[in-house]
């Protein structure tokens, strides 16, 4: 464990972890850039995760989705619980990529999901959110027969105002950006740290190291062992 980097945790008033798939990896869902990630496995996965493909073959997204996206036996891990603590204590607030829900499940607090949620499932004819155990019976609404869908950011469509405007907001109150599990290459969600506050410290903490183009602590290190670590109070 890095001391200095666990004192920098420690110490902060105002942390904003920003995350990516590698959080949700050991708590068994699959990344999707590493050598075992889904668009590795599937070549075609970005046209498959796109709004083209959704209009083209709506029941063919919704298998592939079914088939590669859902994991819903799957459980917050070390890392989940620890950042969804600090959120709880108004001390942190978390911008993830993931779309997975886990973050949900650990009662995490001023959480934006910039991608959105694979659980929050919506009728795109009436609008009426749906149980997602419904959804993965069926693509089709029982009321109307609308089809359905779930509230993420495809391919080609863009990202909801919202989570772009308070995501810049906790930026901007943040002493400490943490980036933990992702690449960092994946925009607009990497753009987002031009906005932190001129005085936040930046951190990553990541297996494999990361190449910043500003000044920031490297703590290559499994974030599990990390997080394990991370006392909170």
């Not at 901007?172 to 987002?192: E, H, K, M, N």
Request: aromatic share 12%; glycine share 6%; hydrophobic share 40%.
């Amino acid at each position: 464990m890095d001391t200095s980097a666990q004192a920098a945790v420690q110490n902060a008033h105002h942390i904003v972890f920003m995350t990516g798939a590698g959080v949700s990896t050991p708590s068994g869902i699959p990344d999707y850039r590493s050598k075992n990630g889904l668009y590795t496995g599937h070549h075609n996965a970005e046209y498959y995760l796109s709004h083209q493909f959704l209009k083209a073959d709506p029941l063919g997204f919704y298998n592939y989705l079914k088939q590669n996206l859902y994991y819903p036996k799957a459980q917050p891990n070390v890392i989940h619980e620890k950042m969804a603590a600090l959120t709880r204590q108004g001390r942190a607030s978390v911008i993830t990529q993931n779309i997975d829900n886990l973050y949900h499940v650990a009662d995490t607090q001023h959480l934006v999901e910039f991608h959105g949620n694979l659980y929050q499932i919506y009728c795109t004819t009436c609008g009426q959110t749906v149980a997602w155990e419904d959804y993965l019976k069926s693509p089709y609404h029982a009321t109307d027969h609308g089809y359905l869908r779930p509230n993420v950011v495809l391919y080609d469509e863009g990202i909801a105002t919202a989570n772009i405007e308070r995501a810049v907001q906790y930026l901007q109150q943040a002493d400490l950006v943490v980036i933990c599990g992702t690449s960092f290459r994946v925009y607009p969600f990497a753009g987002l740290i031009d906005y932190r506050a001129a005085n936040a410290q930046v951190m990553a903490i990541n297996e494999e190291p990361l190449q910043l183009p500003f000044a920031f602590t490297m703590v290559q290190q499994n974030a599990v062992d990390f997080f394990k670590e991370v006392t909170v109070a």
